[in-house]
């Protein structure tokens, strides 16, 4: 198989005006299985692989995360290839993170999980990471 710069979709940002009303919809009515939750965030199982749904309160709009093996490598190759960085890179709970924009303006996110994943509870609250 040949090697690509991204490994999977990691997830879709939804912007909701509520977490609890965003439950609600996405786990509650669309069947979306509650995953993980933080005090800002709430991430929902999509579909059968391991991609997710994240849903939060920033105001930014829609965003797509795609997953990388590793940030700092990542970010050469896409800059090699013509693509431009936005913002980053910076820490994130998980790993590290950069915005960046293909040479035809679309602007997403790169991210790796080189700190883990997240660790819950019983209730499904994060309780930290696990390797």
């Given at each position: 198989m040949k090697n690509t710069l991204f490994n999977k979709i990691d997830c879709v940002r939804i912007p909701v005006e509520s977490l609890e009303e965003g439950l609600e919809f996405?786990?509650?009515?669309?069947?979306?299985?509650?995953?993980?939750?933080?005090?800002?965030?709430?991430?929902?199982?999509l579909g059968d692989d391991k991609s997710e749904i994240v849903l939060y309160t920033d105001p930014e709009g829609l965003e797509i995360d795609f997953h990388v093996q590793d940030v700092l490598q990542a970010i050469k190759d896409f800059v090699k290839a013509g693509g431009e960085i936005v913002k980053g890179p910076f820490e994130i709970p998980i790993g590290r993170c950069v915005v960046v924009r293909d040479p035809w303006g679309n602007q997403y996110v790169i991210l790796d999980s080189s700190k883990g994943i997240f660790e819950t509870d019983e209730n499904?609250?994060?309780?930290?990471?696990?390797?």
């Amino acid at each position: 198989m040949k090697n690509t710069l991204f490994n999977k979709i990691d997830c879709v940002r939804i912007p909701v005006e509520s977490l609890e009303e965003g439950l609600e919809f996405y786990s509650k009515k669309l069947g979306h299985e509650l995953l993980w939750q933080t005090e800002s965030a709430v991430g929902l199982k999509l579909g059968d692989d391991k991609s997710e749904i994240v849903l939060y309160t920033d105001p930014e709009g829609l965003e797509i995360d795609f997953h990388v093996q590793d940030v700092l490598q990542a970010i050469k190759d896409f800059v090699k290839a013509g693509g431009e960085i936005v913002k980053g890179p910076f820490e994130i709970p998980i790993g590290r993170c950069v915005v960046v924009r293909d040479p035809w303006g679309n602007q997403y996110v790169i991210l790796d999980s080189s700190k883990g994943i997240f660790e819950t509870d019983e209730n499904k609250q994060v309780i930290g990471l696990k390797k």
